[in-house]
């Protein structure tokens, strides 16, 4: 099957953009139980954390209003740096710009942020980040504060919030079937077929799978390990940029790599990309 390796959604994003799901999921984050009578709106804004990767979903509840990010790659310690910028635009869309500036108190909605972290490198099962480790110069407190709670979702970690919401229990294993396979050889295509077919086979997600089966492949393919991607991607890209007088192969190999650079990690400095490749600037442009 071929995949589409510029789809821009996630199959997180896809699965959760859904207003029953995000109802029960902020159940079992803030230990409440609101019921279908509780009112979900879904706000999430386009390419705005991770460029042309769209894999975080915004949505108000109750006052409050809840941006949930998934991570399968690094923690990335700038998350509440990300999350503050995240929720200045969110305010913008919310609010009438016009009421700042009157004297009456305007009342906003309440932020939490989270990310839930589904990576292969060990992490806690749980950690505040905060925005105050990234000033310059330490406040005690801090005039501006804003933290992350981050949530390890992995299927073996079995942590206590997987268990309360069955829709998230059934998402972290059917990655976890994904990476076992994977364990064992098959191609990543490959393992993501499989991974499919038994989670069907055992009623984990089986609907929405049954339903977006091909979306599903092409969207995890593309979103999978993306960090360890980048990183073969890059070290190829080092080692034969350093080879001087390609062969009609290794120029093949070298305009798919930027190819790569310039379609999955959406890098545009042709500079960087000829350094990389050995490509000359020229080529590179063609490929543009």
Same mark, same amino acid.
């Given at each position: 099957?071929?995949?589409?390796?510029?789809?821009?959604?996630?199959?997180?994003?896809?699965?959760?953009?859904?207003? /029953?799901?995000?109802?029960?999921?902020?159940?079992?984050?803030?230990?409440?139980?609101?019921?279908?009578?509780?009112?979900?709106?879904?706000?999430?804004?386009?390419? !705005?954390?991770?460029?042309?990767?769209?894999?975080?979903?915004? %949505?108000?509840?109750?006052?409050?209003?809840?941006?949930?990010?998934? /991570?399968?790659?690094?923690?990335?310690?700038?998350?509440? #740096?990300?999350?503050? #910028?995240?929720?200045?635009?969110?305010?913008?869309?919310?609010?009438?710009?016009?009421?700042?500036?009157?004297?009456?108190?305007?009342?906003?909605?309440?932020?939490?942020?989270?990310?839930?972290?589904?990576?292969?490198?060990? =992490?806690?099962?749980?950690?505040?980040?905060?925005?105050?480790?990234? %000033?310059?110069?330490?406040?005690?407190?801090?005039?501006?504060?804003?933290?992350?709670?981050?949530?390890?979702?992995?299927?073996?970690?079995? /942590?206590?919030?997987?268990?309360?919401?069955?829709?998230?229990?059934?998402?972290? =294993?059917?990655?976890?079937? !994904?990476?076992?396979? #994977?364990?064992?050889?098959?191609?990543?295509?490959?393992?993501?077929?499989?991974?499919?077919?038994?989670?069907?086979?055992?009623?984990?997600?089986?609907? %929405?799978?049954?339903?977006?089966?091909?979306?599903?492949?092409?969207?995890? %393919?593309?979103?999978?390990?993306?960090?360890?991607?980048?990183?073969?991607?890059?070290?190829?890209?080092?080692?034969?940029?350093?080879?001087?007088?390609?062969?009609?192969?290794?120029?093949?190999?070298?305009?798919?790599?930027?190819?790569?650079?310039?379609?999955?990690?959406?890098?545009?400095? !042709?500079?960087?990309?000829?350094?990389?490749?050995?490509?000359?600037?020229?080529?590179?442009?063609?490929?543009?």
């Amino acid at each position: 099957m071929n995949t589409n390796k510029k789809y821009k959604d996630s199959v997180f994003t896809r699965y959760f953009s859904d207003k /029953h799901k995000l109802r029960l999921l902020y159940n079992a984050l803030e230990n409440t139980n609101y019921g279908e009578e509780t009112e979900v709106n879904i706000i999430t804004l386009e390419d !705005v954390l991770f460029m042309n990767q769209k894999n975080d979903i915004c %949505f108000t509840i109750d006052n409050k209003f809840i941006i949930l990010i998934e /991570h399968q790659s690094t923690i990335n310690n700038n998350m509440p #740096l990300r999350c503050l #910028l995240y929720i200045a635009r969110e305010y913008e869309k919310l609010i009438d710009k016009n009421i700042v500036y009157r004297s009456t108190l305007q009342k906003i909605p309440t932020p939490h942020c989270y990310v839930l972290y589904n990576g292969v490198r060990n =992490y806690p099962k749980e950690k505040i980040l905060k925005l105050s480790d990234a %000033f310059l110069v330490q406040q005690n407190p801090p005039e501006l504060e804003l933290t992350v709670k981050v949530i390890n979702i992995n299927y073996k970690e079995n /942590h206590s919030i997987v268990q309360q919401c069955q829709y998230l229990k059934e998402y972290s =294993y059917f990655i976890s079937v !994904v990476r076992t396979y #994977l364990e064992k050889g098959l191609e990543l295509n490959d393992a993501i077929i499989q991974a499919v077919k038994i989670c069907i086979d055992k009623n984990v997600m089986k609907e %929405f799978l049954e339903k977006n089966s091909s979306e599903v492949i092409n969207m995890l %393919f593309t979103e999978f390990d993306m960090d360890t991607a980048k990183e073969i991607w890059k070290e190829e890209a080092r080692e034969e940029g350093r080879k001087e007088g390609f062969t009609k192969g290794e120029i093949k190999k070298q305009i798919e790599i930027a190819k790569n650079l310039l379609a999955i990690l959406d890098i545009k400095d !042709v500079n960087m990309i000829s350094k990389a490749t050995g490509l000359s600037i020229e080529e590179i442009k063609k490929l543009m």
